[in-house]
Antibody
Framework: EVQLVESGGGLVKPGGSLRLSCAASGFTFDAYTMNWVRQAPGKGLEWVSSITASSTYIFYADSLRGRFTISRDNAKNSLYLQMNSLRAEDTAVYYC????????????WGQGTLVTVSS | SYDLTQPPSVSVSPGQAARITCSGDSFPTKNAYWYQQKSGQAPVLVIFEDNKRPSGIPARFSGSISGTMATLTISGAQVEDEADYYCYSRDNSHKGVFGGGTKLTVL
């Protein structure tokens, strides 16, 4: 069974940093593109970033303006999101999501981790 | 940037057909995908590649594309279909794009 478990969320002050992790199990992690998707309270889904299986290609939403960095450690079956210069508008549930094997969409999601940016 | 536009809400009575639209300039060149999200839960894929249904998704869910409009149809909507629905696609730069979401009410 595919499992994606996010961790690392919490309360952080504006301008602060946070690193999210996603532990993957139940599938061959190093064969899949992985993604982060977020959802602000009461708002819609927003794609944040994706990283291909070997980290060859990385993509970010334009709205992030270089503040976030996605990475992965295939030896540890883990995905990460380093978030810097956090703003109130970054407050959201952050989901880890696996791409379908041939790409195009997300076929598995974690349950999410809440990040709250507030003073 | 590439935008997908959905109506904020759709309301139907149980047993009626519910149609949720998603307008995007890259359709039909790019595929449309649909996710269902119930309160407090992670999204669930209900349609992929415009009109294909994943295993386990009831047959009353279907998808179509006409021109620049993708449509999710729930034939004979049930109370348990009440949820937020999001269309999704990818732009030419491999970046993901979600529509704003449509709240479906069945009552």
């Amino acid at each position: 069974e595919v499992q994606l478990v996010e961790s690392g969320g919490g309360l952080v002050k504006p301008g602060g940093s946070l690193r999210l992790s996603c532990a993957a199990s139940g599938f061959t992690f190093d064969a899949y593109t992985m993604n982060w998707v977020r959802q602000a309270p009461g708002k819609g889904l927003e794609w944040v970033s994706s990283i291909t299986a070997s980290s060859t290609y990385i993509f970010y939403a334009d709205s992030l303006r270089g503040r976030f960095t996605i990475s992965r450690d295939n030896a540890k079956n883990s995905l990460y999101l380093q978030m810097n210069s956090l703003r109130a508008e970054d407050t959201a549930v952050y989901y880890c999501a696996r791409d379908f094997v041939t790409g195009g969409y997300f076929d598995s999601w974690g349950q999410g981790t809440l990040v709250t940016v507030s003073s | 940037s590439y935008d997908l536009t959905q109506p904020p809400s759709v309301s139907v009575s149980p047993g009626q057909a519910a149609r949720i639209t998603c307008s995007g300039d890259s359709f039909p060149t790019k595929n449309a995908y649909w996710y269902q999200q119930k309160s407090g839960q992670a999204p669930v894929l209900v349609i992929f590649e415009d009109n294909k249904r994943p295993s386990g998704i009831p047959a009353r869910f279907s998808g179509s594309i006409s021109g620049t409009m993708a449509t999710l149809t729930i034939s004979g909507a049930q109370v348990e279909d009440e949820a937020d629905y999001y269309c999704y696609s990818r732009d030419n730069s491999h970046k993901g794009v979600f529509g704003g979401g449509t709240k479906l009410t069945v009552l």
